[in-house]
């Protein structure tokens, strides 16, 4: 079908030879009047707009738009400047609407009414830039870290829970490499295995140990994935993290408790199998001790005194971890408690060279609790710290301050420090890094269960050679199980 144009063609109007080039452009192109009277148009618009049908076509510009549409196209029209750019909609002849980046230039000497606008499709470009603009938001507001970098690995885009988890400004991060929040804790040959699999363009899923700003590690599940372009290439890396720091807290405490609980029942045997046969034992030896003046005998006799008195405070112990307290919960002033742990601590043979530093908030409220086991509970503690220095001076720093619901106790050495690989052991029973005959493994298990019992938690952080940091958490409103 021969579609019928006016008689003044475009190629008329421009004086060019070229002219029918328009009709090889994708754009929809027409020549207009000042009153907006279509003059000529190329073939896209006869096509796409009224199927080619001549008896369909409109006469003026003003009728493909509506609404405000053609109230803003009608006051441009009015407008003497020679270049006029804006968005705005045009309409098929089946009514439905298309998206345009609308552009009006005046024809200039020998045509001063005339215009040519030219209607380009945005419709895709819109959709794009609004999913982009919706993944902007989601990006923006969800509780997720994200951070998108080039693919040489330089950060490029991090939202505000990144900023907020790890303590990063976006300032500080951009332009650098997703390592400054390295903790070196991941193990060797972890990275490596991860970019030949997201370089690869496949999705790399794991768990990692981070280091934020202040020097604090978390953990997060990790999901990288590669962009790639159209053309297969990757050209960048999303990384979207999501903190599982609280959760494999409470997932070591779940294991704890577990094996807290086992070791309860555990010790409840022993106290019950041991002890009455080592009473016995403690009975004959004195009887022995009492009718033998052999000096020899008398020796070997208080050794194994010595060691059954050994044997008798370990069941004790265990004793009073695996059965309820008798004790009776009352209110207690923490302060006191510390204090009175301390006063014992520094009238030890191994403290002459170690400095303590008491800073306690004098406003700390009273807590619910049973006084003689929280002294044990800062005592073992404190006689912990004084071990760790190993007979060289140091200091022990000792302060006190409030929480929104609870009290916090912070006990700092300047000791030996704790291996890392030693964390997860240190409140097992039986555990301990002393040596053999000079610590019995109890006391930290021991304090964690009575803590525990209170609603408390016990945390640690040290660093080899460089000291170690217990901190007490007892609630203010908790529930004793005491």
């Not at 408690?337 to 009273?366: C, M, W």
Request: charged letters at 25%; proline letters at 4%.
């Amino acid at each position: 079908m021969e579609l019928k144009r006016p008689h003044q063609t475009l190629a008329d109007l421009q004086h060019s030879k070229y002219g029918h080039v328009i009709d090889l452009l994708p754009e929809w192109i027409f020549v207009i009047d000042k009153k907006g009277a279509i003059l000529d148009f190329n073939v896209n618009v006869a096509k796409q707009l009224w199927g080619g049908d001549d008896e369909k076509r409109p006469h003026s510009i003003l009728d493909l738009f509506k609404g405000s549409h053609k109230e803003k196209i009608t006051e441009v029209l009015r407008k003497t400047e020679s270049n006029l750019h804006f968005r705005s909609q045009i309409n098929y002849l089946n009514g439905s609407a298309v998206d345009v980046e609308l552009t009006i230039k005046k024809f200039g000497p020998g045509f001063p009414d005339n215009s040519l606008l030219i209607a380009k499709d945005i419709t895709q470009q819109e959709q794009m830039e609004l999913d982009l603009l919706r993944f902007s938001e989601v990006m923006h507001h969800t509780m997720s870290p994200i951070q998108i970098t080039d693919a040489q690995g330089k950060i490029i885009f991090v939202n505000p829970a990144f900023e907020k988890v790890t303590g990063y400004m976006k300032e500080e991060v951009l332009g650098k490499n997703p390592r400054i929040l390295n903790s070196g804790k991941q193990a060797e040959g972890f990275w490596k295995q991860a970019w030949q699999i997201i370089l690869s363009g496949k999705e790399w899923v794991g768990q990692i140990q981070n280091r934020r700003k202040n020097g604090d590690l978390f953990t997060t599940e990790l999901v990288i994935s590669p962009i790639i372009d159209a053309w297969g290439t990757v050209v960048g890396f999303l990384g979207a993290h999501r903190d599982i720091t609280e959760q494999k807290l409470l997932e070591q405490q779940l294991v704890h408790s577990q094996k807290m609980e086992t070791f309860g029942t555990l010790a409840a045997g022993i106290a019950h199998e041991v002890g009455n046969p080592l009473t016995s034992i403690s009975s004959i030896v004195q009887v022995i001790q009492r009718t033998t003046k052999d000096q020899f005998a008398q020796e070997k006799l208080e050794l194994v005194k010595n060691q059954v008195n050994r044997i008798a405070k370990i069941i004790r112990e265990l004793v009073d971890f695996s059965r309820p307290s008798a004790y009776e919960v009352k209110q207690a002033d923490v302060n006191t408690i510390v204090r009175d742990a301390i006063n014992i601590v520094q009238y030890g043979k191994k403290v002459h060279d170690i400095t303590f530093l008491i800073e306690l908030d004098k406003s700390l409220p009273q807590v619910s609790a049973v006084h003689d086991q929280l002294v044990q509970v800062f005592l073992n503690i404190a006689m912990n710290a004084v071990d760790a220095c190993e007979g060289k001076p140091g200091t022990i720093r000792i302060s006190s301050r409030v929480l929104p619901e609870a009290i916090e106790v912070v006990i700092r050495d300047t000791g030996k420090g704790i291996p890392e690989a030693d964390f997860v052991k240190i409140f097992d029973p039986f555990y301990t890094t002393k040596e053999v005959g000079k610590g019995t493994g109890l006391g930290l298990w021991v304090s964690y269960g009575i803590v525990k019992n209170f609603g408390g938690d016990i945390r640690v952080e040290s660093k080899e050679g460089k000291g170690s940091t217990f901190t007490v958490i007892l609630p203010l409103k908790g529930k004793s199980n005491a």
